[in-house]
């Protein structure tokens, strides 16, 4: 249960100034090609991270990866987060976990990751300014 002292736990995606955010397409595709990951992740990951936060979720849905990340992890599916005060988890990368693609670019995403957290914290993540690009991203996308 939450401590109504704390503020509530919230999941942010991580978006581009640009307005993108890779972690929500990723996601929503799911929700098309596999419905049943999809709602998996709603029901079983995202509600509960967002009622008790992402320490409440039981391995191996949620495991720290070391360097301050953490692995979301449902079937083959996997998002890359960070915790940032006050009680954000990022959502920073996510990919489809296909053994020797995933082992090869592990790297790369570590980098990304990486730099995603950078841009967080270096102060120019301005949260409503990024959400407002991404509704306009969405809404050139043709998507609401």
């Known amino acids: ?35 049943t990951s999809y709602s998996f992740f709603l029901d079983n990951l995202h509600d509960p991270l967002l009622s008790d936060g992402p320490f409440a979720l039981p391995k191996p849905y949620w495991e720290d ?10 079937g083959r599916n996997r998002i890359y987060c960070c915790i940032e005060p006050p009680r954000r988890v990022f959502a920073l990368v996510a990919v489809e976990k296909r053994w020797q693609a995933f082992a090869s670019k592990r ?10 957290r950078a841009d967080i914290r270096s102060g120019a993540y301005d949260e409503k300014k990024r959400n407002e690009a991404f509704h306009a991203h969405r809404a050139r996308r043709g998507k609401t």
């Open 1 to 35: 249960m939450a401590d109504p002292h704390q503020p509530s736990w919230r999941f942010l995606w991580y978006i581009t100034e640009a307005g993108a955010s890779e972690v929500f397409d990723y996601v929503e595709e799911l929700r098309d090609s596999d419905f």
């Open 65 to 74: 990866i070391g360097d301050g990340f953490s692995e979301i992890s449902w």
């Open 107 to 116: 790297g790369k995403y570590v980098r990304l990751c990486e730099q995603r």
